[in-house]
């Protein structure tokens, strides 16, 4: 268990349709990263936070957007959805800059 | 524009010795390595925030060639554990990262 915790762990949803991930970061952590993971993309950056400020964005499409709240826990929200959005969500968190990164278990998105 | 991983996948017995690769087309502020099991969340291993440096973990060792713009990832004495798949998350702008195309590794006993 990495102490970072991830709700939903599944969801199946109809395409158009808007859903939020929420991510709550171990304890102490002030980044967190979320990280979109499907067959044909492998593993990618969508984005990160650290303190409730956004800190980088990496391939994040504009129908998503995330937030981190002042108690730090983090949502990552998809709207619009597309077939293609279907994939494994991880969020992960860290204390700070150079510091081991810990991983949720990831939330399954199927979008019909 | 995602860095390259060598090789694509490695076969191993157990005991033996493996390196992997990591080569990004961009100058990079630091390299993470991670292992990631099968239907499993991915494993920080360590990350390397300067050229040349080397670090270890358990028999699990990296090193950053900063002028190179590459990382490898050292395996020793390999052990059943070990299989996964291995990705590199090159840091290719400040704290924006980019994961290598990975590399499937499997230990025999």
């Known amino acids: 268990d990495s102490g970072v915790t991830q709700t939903p762990k599944h969801l199946i949803t109809a395409t158009g349709q808007r859903v939020t991930l929420r991510c709550s970061p171990r304890?102490?952590?002030?980044?967190v990263y979320w990280y979109q993971q499907s067959l044909d993309q492998g593993l990618q950056f969508l984005i990160q936070y650290y303190n409730g400020e956004e800190r980088a964005k990496g391939n994040i499409l504009e129908r998503f957007s995330a937030q981190q709240f002042p108690d730090l826990h983090s949502e990552l929200n998809l709207s619009s959805l597309e077939l293609g959005d279907s994939a494994l969500y991880f969020c992960?968190?860290?204390?700070?800059?150079?510091?081991?990164?810990?991983f949720g278990e990831g939330s399954w998105l199927t979008v019909v | 524009q995602q860095p390259v991983q060598s090789p694509q996948a490695v076969i191993l017995r157990e005991g033996e010795d493996a390196v992997i690769n990591c080569s990004s087309s961009?100058?990079?502020?630091?390299v993470h390595w991670y292992r990631q099991k099968h239907g499993e969340a991915p494993v920080f291993l360590m990350i390397?925030?300067?050229?040349?440096e080397q670090k270890g973990h358990e028999k699990i060792s990296a090193s950053f060639n900063e002028k190179k713009q590459q990382s490898s990832l050292y395996l020793t004495a390999s052990q059943l554990s070990y299989s996964g798949t291995y990705f590199c998350g090159t840091e290719i702008e400040a704290y924006k990262y980019i994961f290598g195309t990975g590399t499937r590794l499997k230990v025999l006993a």
């Open positions: 390397l925030l300067k050229g040349g």
């Open positions: 992960a968190s860290s204390r700070g800059d150079g510091n081991t990164i810990y």
């Open positions: 961009k100058a990079l502020y630091s």
């Open positions: 304890s102490g952590d002030l980044s």
